[in-house]
């Protein structure tokens, strides 16, 4: 198999959490992983589960809020593999709870970019690499917990990427790229740890079995 006709996901935040978890499903059911994350750690670990499974991947230690290394990376991978098949978008800043009368103005500024911007960006810079795809793919994930009190940070943002995915999903609905809004169910995720620290999480679902059943519902 060629590199261009090598099945190909990007899956931004792929260090830990469910990011981690879909970036080994998928190199686990053939498709070449291009892992995105700020942890070198984390993705050295994953790559590691990745090759143990049979499959393969190309870790990018990048901070998704810096433009010029991510407009360069998908540039990198067109001219490598000419597309993505599947993008998976789980990178996510999480502020801590706070009443919006007390949110730091810096917590608010960094899930801003991240949650917002970052996004935008990140739709501008996949989108002609998953047109080039027959059958692209994008996957975001909603979360149902994003408008409950002290989450107004981290909900506001989260309802604007949302719309974004929407409107992309709707732009796109006739040129061969099909967006996903997905929702996972609650896991014990760092980012779930910052807002209810002290939860029972053995009541959690497992994140690998959930990246399974998300996985699932895609025709991949």
């Not at 935040?13 to 059911?29: F, T």
């Not at 793919?137 to 981290?154: I, L, R, S, T």
């Not at 996972?184 to 009541?203: C, I």
Request: charged share 25%; proline share 5%; hydrophobic share 40%.
């Amino acid at each position: 198999m060629t590199e261009q006709s090598q099945k190909i996901a990007l899956v931004t935040g792929a260090s830990r959490g469910l990011g981690a978890a879909m970036a080994e499903s998928l190199g686990a059911r053939g498709y070449h992983v291009i892992a995105l994350a700020r942890t070198v750690g984390g993705l050295e670990e994953l790559d590691d589960r990745i090759t143990a499974k049979g499959g393969s991947a190309t870790l990018v230690p990048v901070d998704i809020n810096d433009d010029d290394a991510m407009a360069q990376i998908c540039h990198s991978i067109h001219d490598r593999w000419g597309h993505v098949d599947l993008l998976v978008h789980a990178a996510i800043h999480a502020p801590p709870l706070a009443p919006m009368e007390h949110v730091d103005a810096k917590d608010l500024d960094k899930t801003l970019a991240t949650n917002i911007r970052a996004t935008a960006r990140l739709i501008l810079n996949t989108t002609p690499l998953l047109k080039a795809s027959k059958a692209g793919q994008a996957v975001m994930f909603d979360d149902p917990e994003q408008g409950d009190k002290f989450h107004g940070a981290y909900g506001l943002s989260k309802a604007a990427q949302m719309r974004m995915a929407s409107s992309w999903r709707d732009e796109t609905a006739k040129t061969g790229i099909t967006v996903h809004m997905m929702t996972p169910a609650p896991m014990p995720t760092a980012t779930r740890g910052r807002f209810y620290p002290g939860e029972d999480r053995s009541k959690l679902a497992d994140c690998h079995a959930e990246a399974a059943r998300l996985l699932d519902q895609l025709p991949l």
